[in-house]
């Protein structure tokens, strides 16, 4: 057998460099170059937005949770329609959310402090809570009966912020910048009793949350201030006689159950808050995740306006299958009502003069752009200022 080459079964001879080349060391050495080599070969044949992605974490917070409709209007619009906008221009960033409702991070008292500290990167602020950091905001509790449309409403505030110098500075000294404007659906009466006249509220005790219990002064009636989780135990114990509030409010709490007397005054649509974002931190976006999210984030508005329409709308004939009595404040009796108050405008306006800004302009200038947008106010509150 000695110089014979033995061959085993099933096995031919190879060239001198198949062993070479894939014996011990060296084998490890080619392949380790072959797999490096592939490895390249894939990465260029990938998409560049694959290999390029920069995530960008950003926190997104509000007092309340998703089911109210100016909180789920927030992740209907720039939580899950920013990464598809970015991805469809073909841009190598993408938001990864952290999404913080509820009061998880801070409670209704604090939003704009929460937005202000870069607790929360974006969020909904509730200017109606913030009658001394952001007066100008609330003017719309300054002036009932105006408007019953928040699409008016929302739009009136919209302009104001982007003519009117003073209302911007609200929400720059705060460090937040402004996207759109948060509003309700009109205001209703919900009452023990049948309302047809003004004299039905004369001696009632109702209750109302803050700024809109003055719009019960000069009916003779007596406003209780409480806030929406309240109502319901109030009025059955006694403690109030009706209370003041939107229906899309109502409904959740079974309001109708203890005052089945729903009575459509229609005594405005307001605006109540906004969708904000931290100055600092949107500054520091890239221009081209700004440039695409603040298109996105100005359909707030709108989106929430859609929630709470729809909403109302099922609401009522919730109320109806439930018993609730539906009935409409004839013209005339909502005209005396809106004549009856007092001068909220320029109680307003007062404050304002007194801080430095010109409230009695601003006035005006509100009325004149709710005007031009179609509203068709019962009480002219630029007069008489």
């Not at 911007?168 to 996207?179: G, L």
């Amino acid at each position: 057998m000695a110089g014979c080459e033995i061959v085993w079964p099933h096995r031919r001879p190879q060239p001198e460099w198949v062993w070479s080349t894939f014996s011990g060391a060296n084998f490890v050495m080619k392949a380790r170059g072959l797999i490096l080599a592939a490895a390249a070969a894939i990465a260029l044949a990938a998409p560049a937005s694959a290999q390029q992605t920069e995530t960008i974490r950003l926190t997104i917070g509000s007092s309340h949770p998703p089911v109210i409709p100016w909180v789920l209007a927030m992740r209907n619009t720039v939580v899950q329609k920013t990464n598809a906008a970015l991805q469809a221009k073909g841009s190598k960033y993408r938001i990864e959310w952290n999404e913080a409702y509820g009061g998880v991070l801070y409670n209704f008292e604090n939003t704009i402090e929460a937005i202000e500290q870069g607790i929360a990167d974006f969020g909904w602020v509730g200017t109606l809570w913030e009658p001394a950091k952001m007066p100008l905001q609330n003017i719309m509790f300054a002036t009932p009966f105006v408007t019953d449309d928040p699409k008016i409403a929302v739009r009136v505030m919209d302009q104001l912020m982007e003519k009117n110098p003073h209302f911007k500075r609200e929400w720059e000294t705060q460090n937040a910048i402004y996207f759109s404007a948060t509003s309700s659906d009109s205001y209703q009466l919900f009452t023990k009793f049948p309302v047809k006249s003004m004299a039905d509220l004369k001696g009632k005790k109702i209750l109302a949350a803050g700024a809109v219990g003055a719009w019960m002064e000069g009916l003779g009636a007596t406003a209780v201030n409480a806030g929406i989780p309240n109502f319901y135990n109030m009025m059955q114990t006694g403690l109030g006689d009706g209370v003041v509030l939107i229906p899309s409010g109502a409904v959740p709490i079974k309001l109708h159950e203890v005052a089945p007397h729903v009575t459509y005054a229609n005594l405005g649509a307001v605006t109540f808050g906004a969708f904000a974002a931290n100055k600092k931190k949107w500054e520091s976006l890239p221009q081209e995740v700004r440039d695409t999210m603040l298109p996105i984030a100005r359909e707030y508005a709108a989106t929430n306006i859609g929630i709470v329409q729809q909403r109302e709308k099922a609401g009522l004939e919730r109320m109806k299958k439930e018993g609730a009595r539906i009935a409409e404040l004839p013209a005339d009796e909502r005209n005396r009502w809106a004549a009856a108050m007092p001068n909220l405008a320029k109680t307003w306006a007062d404050a304002a003069e007194k801080r430095g800004q010109p409230g009695k302009q601003i006035m005006q200038e509100y009325m004149s752009l709710m005007r031009a947008a179609g509203a068709k106010p019962a009480r002219d509150w630029d007069k008489g200022l």
